[in-house]
């Protein structure tokens, strides 16, 4: 798989969110949406580090599997925002 059909299924997936969810994909949600995910990440780094509330600590191994799947949505947020102000 190229970049570009990563790219296609990224997008196409925010399509079918839309749908679902009833929520039009657009410039502003993908804008929102993005720094969502980076606040998720900025949370994830918390826990990873032990610099937030206790109850909230994991394991090494799940903390990293969490900022994975952090940076890897801010990706793909990052490509549907710039496939919405390409095509406009």
Same mark, same amino acid.
């Given at each position: 798989?190229?970049?570009?059909d990563l790219q296609n299924k990224i997008v196409e997936n925010a399509i079918n969110y839309g749908k679902?969810?009833?929520v039009?994909?657009?410039?502003?949600?993908?804008?929102?949406?993005l720094y969502e995910e980076v606040?998720?990440?900025a949370q994830a780094i918390l826990v990873h580090r032990k610099? %937030?509330?206790?109850e909230k600590h994991v394991s090494e191994k799940? %903390?990293?599997n969490e900022l994975a799947k952090e940076l890897?949505?801010?990706?793909g947020v990052?490509?549907?925002n710039a496939h919405l102000l390409v095509r406009n």
């Open positions: 798989m190229d970049f570009k679902k969810y009833n039009q994909i657009d410039e502003d949600f993908a804008l929102l949406k606040g998720e990440f610099k %937030s509330r206790p799940i %903390s990293k890897a949505d801010i990706i990052a490509i549907v």
